[in-house]
């Protein structure tokens, strides 16, 4: 399985501080790096930023990439601390409730340091820990938004680069989907930008940019289909709408933003769509060996509902909550059906029913009604238990009558502001009674209102019984968000179901039950195909709607869809690339490289991020402790595979040290400590007669699924580049361009020698050297022992001299500046003419300018045998930028004409290669490359590659890992 860090993110690191002039009198503006004329800063502007104390935010960059609903955003954030002493920075961003952080990065000092996230420590669980809270709230309203904050030390006179990613799947309520960004940074930006792409399998309709929302909730349907003037989007906001494809943005200048608000609180900017649907079995979308099916049918008559309303009416509710319950409860009373049956129940020491039963909506049982939410008068404590189980009695009652529809759709909506005081105070005891009230045959739907509400019961309460937990903030509309969530489920159209697939065909299927299906809204499975390359799907829909039972069935052409969400991907990629664009702290930012990236995988990690849902809600609902611990083991193997923030795992980042001077602490000069976790190469390409790799285990995924760490050959995208490498012990593998043949070879030398394997200094200025570690050979091998590369530097020196060290732990790049990298997680750096783009675990490409490129793979081992060593592999990528003097073990082949012997030898011509005027004996023999992912046949050459390389091998011994060949005291002058 793909990790999430197989996401490449771009960014170059910019100078320690930034470029002073002479105008005095506004030096500090200029450190703030308007972007506008000094002396023409407003004076209000010029008062808020002198009087700021704190590093200032100079770039504050989101971008968020939609594909087929699917959302990607990535956050970039300039810090600088203008004073000379060293200060604390913030930075803290609010992502959605709903959302999983996937990568942080931030960039201090010239160093990099990278987030790992890692499986949580069991601990003794504590009443008031936030981080349990938090780990409950998976069914969370996706407009709620949590903090993500770090706090770190800024040296005098620098900068602090942070980066954020984070996703989501986006639910559709409504009939739309709706697309949060937090706008909140709490200081002026001088340079704020804000960029979505929405791509979609099916047209775009409905596109809506709503004005900043301050956090009071949404507007209610009633008030957004009243009859007004169309809210226009916020100042500045460009919107580009195609069939397929919209682009957003939004880009307040540092005056458009005082006009809003002067504390840098801007607000939530918020984007609906949805998309148009055709009848049947819905949208389902292939790539790369999974699928995800969207199914959300229209038209369909509405099932009778029997409802029943349990609001809470202690003490707390006085004042604003209660008469925004009575408002929204008056506006849902003329929205029931006819068909439909009802009542009410209040609480708070005591509970009080409306009507002994459940009655048909009529006029005269309507009016009754308001009459009787009008009486309500908060008073007392707060008897949970006692409210949900009369509830549950009500509903039972009427189910068990004759009146009652066999297919009607029945539900308690329970709404409360407090804990349990009253009663039965137990959440645990509240829980077991409620499942034994409820016995299957309804759902419960809950609200929380204010702070002072145990939202775990609540979201424990519905998810244990086919429902949704919503939380109303304090200050928000809570008679808009009450209507709302009752129109989200107000209509039911569809129940009892089921959704298959030809069992032959899939595996690991993510949630394909459903209890009901409600107008507006969306069900989205995902699952894995056991045969790529089969012909077709068979889906089969079941379920009832009003007095019938519906089935759905067709066979879905995988070849076809699979042609079809590519082309759907290169579109994604067509409308990202480009969009990056320069950035004053950060020279050269690829938004498109970063995001374009998670279009080529999004089925899997839809897949992925449902399945991690999944194992989240049956571990809530787990009813022994082993059940449990079973569903945290699944769901935490899935958070690692996919390096998703969730409940369950934590992310750590190493923080800088700064000095009491307010410098930056010396450079580490050793790696971070080695990290836990399976093979990151699944094979090392050795010749068929050494031993196999250490295989990773396989582990739960979630009820069903399961997971393999590496999965799929650490199923990396395969690399494209040219099967010229030395990998192994060391094994050398040359493709000869001008020759169309390829030749291999094996270099039998010793640990601690250094090999030339590119050298262009005097050309293009590139040297690649690497350095043998020996290793025993496992038992019955021929060998006493083996050597492989466990270090490469590649110097370059045009335009000015800079290195990239490299080790199976970690990167060292010293170009504009020193920054140690570790290998386990992905980032890419820019330096001058060097790019560094890591993918963790996995492999290193290096690019030099823009026409040469060289990949190192990182094999790793976990628990290694003695014969075991992590080691690296050197590849060549592209070489159009070196010249025809280049030479080294590789580097003298890339323009060389090599051809089978035509006449002139004792030997046959078949096993004869010409080198200049050299004839090698050579034998034809298989390869593994690319950790035996591919097999290259070639011509091999013994003897340590005699009269097949230029001299000897002696020729080929560098003095140290830095020599380029061409010193006084340097070698491989051929």
Same mark, same amino acid.
């Given at each position: 399985?793909?990790?999430?860090?197989?996401?490449?993110?771009?960014?170059?690191?910019?100078?320690?501080?930034?470029?002073? !002039?002479?105008?005095?009198?506004?030096?500090?503006?200029?450190?703030?790096?308007?972007?506008?004329?000094?002396?023409?800063?407003?004076?209000?502007?010029?008062?808020?930023?002198?009087?700021?104390?704190?590093?200032?935010?100079?770039?504050?960059?989101?971008?968020?990439?939609?594909?087929?609903?699917?959302?990607?955003?990535?956050?970039?954030?300039?810090?600088?601390?203008?004073?000379?002493?060293?200060?604390?920075?913030?930075?803290?961003?609010?992502?959605?409730?709903?959302?999983?952080?996937?990568?942080?990065?931030?960039?201090?000092?010239?160093?990099?340091?990278?987030?790992?996230?890692?499986?949580?420590? /069991?601990?003794?669980?504590?009443?008031?820990?936030?981080?349990?809270?938090?780990?409950?709230?998976?069914?969370?309203?996706?407009?709620?938004?949590?903090?993500?904050?770090?706090?770190?030390?800024?040296?005098?006179?620098?900068?602090?680069?942070?980066?954020?990613?984070?996703?989501?799947?986006?639910?559709?309520?409504?009939?739309?989907?709706?697309?949060?960004?937090?706008?909140?940074?709490?200081?002026?930006?001088?340079?704020?930008?804000?960029?979505?792409?929405?791509?979609?399998?099916?047209?775009?309709?409905?596109?809506?940019?709503?004005?900043?929302?301050?956090? /009071?909730?949404?507007?209610?349907?009633?008030?957004?289909?009243?009859?007004?003037?169309?809210?226009?989007?916020?100042?500045?906001?460009?919107?580009?709408?195609?069939?397929?494809?919209?682009?957003?943005?939004?880009?307040?200048?540092?005056?458009?933003?005082?006009?809003?608000?002067?504390?840098?609180?801007?607000?939530?900017?918020?984007?609906?769509?949805?998309?148009?649907?055709?009848?049947?079995?819905?949208?389902?979308?292939?790539?790369?060996?999974?699928?995800?099916?969207?199914?959300?049918?229209?038209?369909?008559?509405?099932?009778?509902?029997?409802?029943?309303?349990?609001?809470?009416?202690?003490?707390?509710?006085?004042?604003?909550?209660?008469?925004?319950?009575?408002?929204?409860?008056?506006?849902?009373?003329?929205?029931?059906?006819?068909?439909?049956?009802?009542?009410?129940?209040?609480?708070?020491?005591?509970?009080?029913?409306?009507?002994?039963?459940?009655?048909?909506?009529?006029?005269?049982?309507?009016?009754?009604?308001?009459?009787?939410?009008?009486?309500?008068?908060?008073?007392?404590?707060?008897?949970?238990?006692?409210?949900?189980?009369?509830?549950?009695?009500?509903?039972?009652?009427?189910?068990?009558?004759?009146?009652?529809?066999?297919?009607?759709?029945?539900?308690?909506?329970?709404?409360?502001?407090?804990?349990?005081?009253?009663?039965?105070?137990?959440?645990?005891?509240?829980?077991?009674?409620?499942?034994?009230?409820?016995?299957?045959?309804?759902?419960?739907?809950?609200?929380?209102?204010?702070?002072?509400?145990?939202?775990?019961?609540?979201?424990?309460?519905?998810?244990?019984?086919?429902?949704?937990?919503?939380?109303?903030?304090?200050?928000?509309?809570?008679?808009?968000?009450?209507?709302?969530?009752?129109?989200?489920?107000?209509?039911?159209?569809?129940?009892?179901?089921?959704?298959?697939?030809?069992?032959?065909?899939?595996?690991?299927? =993510?949630?394909?039950?459903?209890?009901?299906?409600?107008?507006?809204?969306?069900?989205?499975?995902?699952?894995?195909?056991?045969? /790529?390359?089969?012909?077709?799907?068979?889906?089969?829909?079941?379920?009832?709607?009003?007095?019938?039972?519906?089935?759905?069935?067709?066979?879905?052409?995988?070849?076809?869809?699979?042609?079809?969400?590519?082309?759907?991907?290169?579109?994604?990629?067509?409308?990202?690339?480009?969009?990056?664009?320069?950035?004053?702290?950060?020279?050269?930012?690829?938004?498109?490289?970063?995001?374009?990236?998670?279009?080529?995988?999004?089925?899997?990690?839809?897949?992925?991020?449902?399945?991690?849902?999944?194992?989240?809600?049956?571990?809530?609902?787990?009813?022994?402790?082993?059940?449990?611990?079973?569903?945290?083991?699944?769901?935490?193997?899935?958070?690692?595979?996919?390096?998703?923030?969730?409940?369950?795992?934590?992310?750590?980042?190493?923080?800088?040290?700064?000095?009491?001077?307010?410098?930056?602490?010396?450079?580490?000069?050793?790696?971070?400590?080695?990290?836990?976790?399976?093979?990151?190469?699944?094979?090392?390409?050795?010749?068929?007669?050494?031993?196999?790799?250490?295989?990773?285990?396989?582990?739960?995924?979630?009820?069903?699924?399961?997971?393999?760490?590496?999965?799929?050959?650490?199923?990396?995208?395969?690399?494209?580049?040219?099967?010229?490498?030395?990998?192994?012990?060391?094994?050398?593998?040359?493709?000869?361009?001008?020759?169309?043949?390829?030749?291999?070879?094996?270099?039998?030398?010793?640990?601690?020698?250094?090999?030339?394997?590119?050298?262009?200094?005097?050309?293009?200025?590139?040297?690649?050297?690497?350095?043998?570690?020996?290793?025993?050979?496992?038992?019955?091998?021929?060998?006493?022992?083996?050597?492989?590369?466990?270090?490469? !530097?590649?110097?370059?020196?045009?335009?000015?001299?800079?290195?990239?060290?490299?080790?199976?732990?970690?990167?060292?790049?010293?170009?504009?500046?020193?920054?140690?990298?570790?290998?386990?997680?992905?980032?890419?750096?820019?330096?001058?003419?060097?790019?560094?783009?890591?993918?963790?675990?996995?492999?290193?490409?290096?690019?030099?300018?823009?026409?040469?490129?060289?990949?190192?793979?990182?094999?790793?081992?976990?628990?290694?045998?003695?014969?075991?060593?992590?080691?690296?592999?050197?590849?060549?990528?592209?070489?159009?930028?070196?010249?025809?003097?280049?030479?080294?073990?590789?580097?003298?082949?890339?323009?060389?004409?090599?051809?089978?012997?035509?006449?002139?030898?004792?030997?046959?011509?078949? =096993?004869?290669?010409?080198?200049?005027?050299?004839?090698?004996?050579?034998?034809? /023999?298989?390869?593994?490359?690319?950790?035996?992912?591919?097999?290259?046949?070639?011509?091999?050459?013994?003897?340590?590659?005699?009269?097949?390389?230029?001299?000897?091998?002696?020729?080929?011994?560098?003095?140290?890992?830095?020599?380029?060949?061409?010193?006084?005291?340097?070698?491989?002058?051929?």
């Amino acid at each position: 399985m793909l990790r999430i860090t197989s996401i490449f993110v771009c960014f170059l690191v910019a100078a320690g501080g930034p470029n002073y !002039t002479q105008f005095d009198e506004d030096l500090d503006l200029i450190d703030f790096d308007l972007g506008i004329a000094p002396r023409r800063v407003p004076r209000q502007i010029k008062t808020i930023l002198t009087k700021e104390t704190r590093p200032h935010i100079q770039e504050l960059s989101i971008k968020t990439t939609i594909i087929s609903r699917y959302a990607f955003t990535a956050v970039h954030c300039a810090m600088l601390n203008r004073h000379s002493a060293a200060a604390e920075g913030v930075f803290h961003f609010a992502i959605p409730a709903n959302a999983y952080i996937s990568n942080f990065t931030m960039i201090v000092g010239g160093r990099v340091y990278q987030s790992e996230v890692k499986a949580k420590e /069991k601990r003794v669980k504590q009443e008031n820990d936030k981080t349990r809270v938090k780990e409950s709230d998976d069914s969370r309203d996706q407009s709620d938004l949590e903090v993500f904050r770090m706090a770190v030390k800024i040296p005098g006179r620098n900068r602090a680069i942070f980066f954020l990613t984070y996703e989501e799947l986006l639910q559709r309520r409504l009939g739309r989907y709706e697309h949060v960004t937090s706008l909140r940074p709490l200081q002026l930006v001088s340079r704020l930008s804000l960029d979505i792409t929405i791509v979609d399998h099916s047209p775009i309709t409905q596109l809506e940019v709503l004005p900043l929302r301050n956090g /009071k909730g949404i507007a209610s349907s009633a008030s957004s289909n009243a009859k007004t003037a169309k809210p226009a989007p916020p100042v500045t906001t460009v919107i580009k709408s195609q069939k397929n494809v919209c682009s957003i943005t939004f880009s307040p200048s540092i005056v458009q933003q005082v006009k809003i608000s002067t504390s840098g609180t801007l607000g939530d900017f918020v984007v609906r769509y949805d998309v148009e649907r055709e009848f049947g079995i819905g949208d389902v979308q292939v790539l790369n060996g999974h699928f995800v099916h969207f199914f959300a049918p229209k038209d369909l008559p509405a099932v009778p509902k029997n409802v029943v309303f349990v609001i809470d009416t202690s003490a707390s509710m006085v004042g604003k909550k209660i008469k925004q319950t009575k408002e929204a409860l008056l506006t849902i009373l003329g929205d029931l059906r006819p068909s439909d049956h009802f009542n009410f129940i209040s609480f708070s020491n005591k509970v009080k029913e409306w009507k002994n039963r459940l009655v048909p909506v009529t006029p005269l049982n309507v009016r009754d009604a308001k009459k009787f939410i009008y009486m309500i008068s908060p008073t007392g404590g707060t008897n949970i238990n006692s409210a949900i189980e009369t509830g549950s009695s009500l509903l039972r009652d009427y189910l068990s009558t004759s009146e009652a529809n066999p297919n009607s759709v029945s539900l308690i909506i329970f709404l409360t502001d407090g804990r349990p005081t009253v009663g039965e105070v137990q959440s645990v005891k509240i829980l077991g009674n409620t499942r034994s009230a409820v016995q299957e045959k309804f759902c419960v739907f809950t609200i929380g209102i204010g702070n002072d509400v145990d939202y775990k019961l609540l979201d424990r309460m519905a998810l244990e019984n086919c429902g949704m937990m919503r939380r109303i903030s304090e200050e928000a509309d809570a008679s808009a968000m009450l209507k709302g969530f009752y129109d989200e489920i107000g209509t039911p159209l569809l129940s009892d179901i089921r959704i298959n697939y030809t069992e032959e065909s899939v595996q690991y299927v =993510t949630q394909h039950l459903f209890t009901n299906f409600f107008n507006g809204s969306e069900i989205v499975i995902a699952g894995k195909l056991t045969n /790529k390359s089969a012909e077709s799907l068979h889906v089969q829909v079941t379920a009832t709607n009003n007095d019938k039972s519906i089935i759905l069935e067709t066979d879905v052409p995988l070849r076809h869809r699979q042609l079809e969400t590519e082309k759907h991907v290169k579109a994604a990629t067509l409308a990202l690339a480009g969009s990056g664009r320069p950035s004053a702290s950060v020279n050269s930012f690829r938004w498109d490289v970063a995001l374009g990236a998670i279009a080529e995988d999004f089925t899997e990690r839809v897949w992925g991020f449902l399945s991690v849902k999944d194992g989240l809600r049956s571990r809530l609902k787990s009813q022994t402790s082993k059940e449990r611990e079973e569903h945290i083991k699944q769901a935490t193997n899935l958070s690692l595979t996919y390096n998703f923030l969730t409940p369950l795992t934590s992310l750590e980042v190493e923080k800088p040290e700064v000095l009491n001077d307010g410098t930056m602490a010396p450079a580490p000069t050793v790696s971070p400590a080695p990290l836990g976790g399976d093979l990151a190469v699944n094979s090392l390409p050795e010749d068929t007669e050494e031993e196999q790799p250490q295989k990773s285990d396989q582990s739960s995924a979630s009820a069903s699924h399961k997971s393999n760490r590496v999965g799929k050959g650490s199923a990396k995208k395969p690399i494209t580049i040219s099967k010229t490498s030395a990998d192994g012990d060391p094994h050398f593998v040359v493709e000869i361009p001008l020759s169309k043949l390829t030749v291999c070879f094996n270099i039998n030398g010793e640990p601690g020698h250094i090999l030339s394997l590119v050298s262009d200094h005097k050309n293009s200025g590139v040297t690649v050297n690497g350095k043998l570690i020996g290793a025993p050979a496992p038992p019955g091998s021929h060998k006493q022992q083996r050597t492989y590369f466990n270090t490469i !530097t590649i110097v370059v020196d045009q335009p000015k001299r800079a290195y990239i060290e490299v080790t199976p732990k970690k990167v060292i790049l010293d170009g504009k500046d020193r920054m140690v990298l570790g290998c386990h997680s992905t980032v890419t750096v820019t330096s001058g003419v060097l790019t560094v783009a890591i993918v963790g675990k996995s492999n290193v490409t290096v690019t030099v300018g823009d026409n040469i490129s060289f990949i190192i793979l990182l094999h790793q081992y976990k628990n290694p045998a003695p014969y075991q060593k992590d080691h690296l592999g050197f590849y060549i990528g592209n070489s159009k930028g070196l010249s025809l003097g280049c030479h080294g073990l590789l580097g003298q082949f890339l323009h060389e004409e090599v051809g089978l012997a035509e006449s002139g030898a004792d030997l046959a011509p078949s =096993t004869v290669l010409k080198v200049k005027e050299r004839f090698v004996p050579v034998v034809q /023999k298989t390869r593994k490359i690319l950790s035996g992912t591919q097999s290259v046949d070639c011509w091999f050459a013994r003897n340590n590659a005699a009269k097949l390389i230029d001299g000897q091998y002696e020729d080929y011994l560098m003095s140290h890992m830095f020599d380029t060949g061409h010193s006084p005291h340097g070698t491989n002058r051929l």
